[in-house]
């Protein structure tokens, strides 16, 4: 059996190894694939396994190349693999949940933590000299914000957002919650589900944690903005189009928003006219939240188990 990984580099740029896949049969893996037709058609030739993370997986893919059987997607996001013809075409379509809950949770709160102290900023002013040069024992460029007694609102409260507020109560920080499906046990003292217009109005610090839907692609724009708190932080570790990047920019150069620090955006890799380049107190990291090695070992363990338990016939993590 021959099994084809289409764009293997981001998962394994050499620290792990396909070994657990390879016990299924012959593999080949690509570091990167172009995204035309012909030569994602040519690398999967006959191959009955294929794997995929951003290659787009189309209906002209898939009717040029029959003898797949199986395609799993080595992320969660499975919008690159047209589903409706996969499931008219009787392929089994599978993605990884909850590999990376806990590094998620965790960058977002690197990112919260950079927006309130510039620790980056202040070590690089400290190596070119200013603080050799300051008259002061101390200095800083930047305001320095505590995070204790302020409200965080999450948009989207599934496992990420539910490891985003254990992160946050310790450091004294109540929260406030929107999510469509609300589970009322997850609620306690200092965490309840609010409506979005409550949570945009009474949320020092917002932080996405949603999937993109129509219902939330750009669900931050300046109609959103405008019902913030002046001076909102706002993080993003989830999807780029959630957010109106030219409001965001806008509302950064005004001073409406205080900070923002995003993982994802709109076109990635980045373009060099993306508006969020030239705002004001904007992060922004190249995709990364997901990517320690602890995630990216467990994603391709239940990558292995999805393949393996495709091959037994009893498939799990199905999407189609």
Same mark, same amino acid.
């Given at each position: 059996? $021959?099994?084809?990984?289409?764009?293997?580099?981001?998962?394994?740029?050499? $620290?792990?190894?396909?070994?657990?896949?390879?016990?299924?049969?012959?593999?080949?893996?690509?570091?990167?694939?172009?995204?035309? @037709?012909?030569?994602?058609?040519?690398?999967?030739?006959?191959? %009955?396994?294929?794997?995929?993370?951003?290659?787009? =997986?189309?209906?002209?893919?898939?009717?040029?190349?029959?003898?797949?059987? *199986? =395609?799993?997607?080595?992320?969660?996001?499975?919008?690159?693999?047209?589903?409706?013809?996969?499931?008219? +075409?009787?392929?089994?379509?599978?993605?990884?949940? #909850?590999?990376?809950?806990?590094? @998620?949770?965790?960058?977002?709160?690197? !990112? !919260?933590? %950079? +927006?309130?102290?510039?620790?980056?900023?202040? #070590?690089?002013?400290?190596?070119?000299?200013?603080?050799?040069? #300051?008259?002061?024992?101390?200095?800083?460029?930047?305001?320095?914000? %505590?995070?204790?007694?302020?409200?965080?609102?999450?948009?989207?409260?599934?496992?990420?957002?539910?490891?985003?507020?254990?992160?946050?109560?310790?450091?004294?920080?109540?929260?406030?919650?929107?999510?469509?499906?609300?589970?009322?046990?997850?609620?306690?003292?200092?965490?309840? *589900?609010?409506?979005?217009?409550?949570?945009?109005?009474?949320?020092? =610090?917002?932080?996405?944690?949603?999937?993109?839907?129509?219902?939330?692609?750009?669900?931050?724009?300046?109609?959103?903005?405008?019902?913030?708190?002046?001076?909102?932080?706002?993080?993003?570790? #989830?999807?780029?189009?959630?957010?109106?990047?030219?409001?965001?920019?806008?509302? +950064?150069?005004?001073?409406?928003?205080?900070?923002?620090? @995003?993982? @994802?955006?709109?076109?990635?890799?980045?373009? $060099?006219?993306?508006?969020? !380049?030239?705002?004001?107190?904007?992060? =922004?990291?190249?995709?990364?939240?997901?990517?320690?090695? %602890?995630?990216? /070992?467990?994603?391709?363990?239940?990558?292995?188990?999805?393949?393996?338990?495709? /091959?037994?016939?009893?498939?799990?993590?199905?999407?189609?």
């Amino acid at each position: 059996m $021959d099994i084809v990984v289409l764009d293997g580099y981001t998962l394994n740029p050499g $620290d792990l190894n396909w070994d657990g896949i390879k016990q299924f049969g012959n593999l080949t893996v690509y570091d990167r694939t172009d995204f035309s @037709v012909d030569n994602i058609v040519n690398r999967i030739g006959s191959a %009955e396994i294929i794997f995929t993370n951003k290659t787009p =997986i189309s209906k002209d893919v898939m009717i040029k190349v029959p003898s797949v059987k *199986y =395609i799993g997607v080595l992320a969660t996001g499975y919008n690159i693999v047209d589903i409706k013809s996969a499931k008219e +075409l009787g392929k089994t379509v599978t993605n990884i949940p #909850s590999y990376g809950t806990t590094a @998620v949770a965790q960058f977002t709160f690197a !990112l !919260l933590l %950079e +927006l309130c102290h510039h620790i980056g900023d202040h #070590s690089e002013a400290v190596k070119k000299g200013a603080w050799s040069k #300051s008259p002061d024992f101390c200095f800083w460029n930047y305001p320095l914000i %505590e995070l204790s007694g302020k409200i965080m609102g999450l948009i989207g409260f599934g496992r990420i957002g539910q490891a985003t507020a254990k992160i946050a109560q310790p450091f004294g920080l109540e929260v406030m919650v929107y999510d469509i499906h609300q589970n009322k046990e997850l609620e306690n003292e200092n965490c309840k *589900y609010v409506s979005l217009d409550v949570l945009f109005r009474g949320s020092d =610090i917002i932080s996405l944690h949603c999937p993109l839907l129509e219902s939330t692609k750009e669900i931050i724009n300046k109609n959103s903005i405008a019902d913030m708190k002046d001076g909102v932080l706002i993080i993003n570790t #989830s999807r780029g189009p959630l957010i109106n990047e030219i409001d965001l920019c806008n509302a +950064l150069n005004a001073g409406k928003v205080g900070g923002a620090a @995003v993982d @994802v955006v709109s076109v990635e890799p980045i373009k $060099d006219d993306n508006p969020l !380049l030239k705002a004001n107190n904007c992060l =922004i990291t190249p995709h990364i939240a997901w990517a320690p090695k %602890e995630s990216r /070992l467990r994603l391709m363990n239940i990558a292995v188990d999805n393949l393996r338990a495709f /091959l037994k016939g009893e498939s799990i993590n199905v999407v189609c």
